[in-house]
């Protein structure tokens, strides 16, 4: 957790996807992830570029508003990001995008995983439910104390 909390803190134009699983009200959790990833940006001062539909947008996306996770490199060089953290993605959907982006670009990534995580990622974090999103949000104020931020 450091470590992606470091990585946030210390690249440019840090950015967090959130996916459906967050974005969408559908349980209390949910609706709660959703606090905790504003949080999450607002303590590593990252921009949220949302994830919430997983159909191509043909011919054209604007990745300053979404990510089209069939191409998330071009979000990501848009954007000139070079962090980002995954979370509330359906897997299958991570899987991909994340082999794109580490194949095409020179993004560091951080899958933020409520299963098994995501191997593709550079920093997967498994198992991340509430308690280790509040957990993972006083680690990285801890981190940015230490960077002198």
Known sequence: MREAAKAMLTRENPTIFPGPQ????????AKEKARLVKKMAEVLGAKIIPMYDYRPKYP????????????????????NIKACIFIGVHCHYANVALKIIRAETDCFTIAMCGMDGHEDAMITLRDQHLEELERFIKIAQEVKKGLGK
């Open 22 to 29: 967050v974005l969408y009200a559908w349980n209390e959790e």
């Open 60 to 79: 054209k996306i604007n990745p300053a508003v979404e990510i089209n996770p069939n191409h998330p490199n071009l979000t990501i060089w848009h954007n």
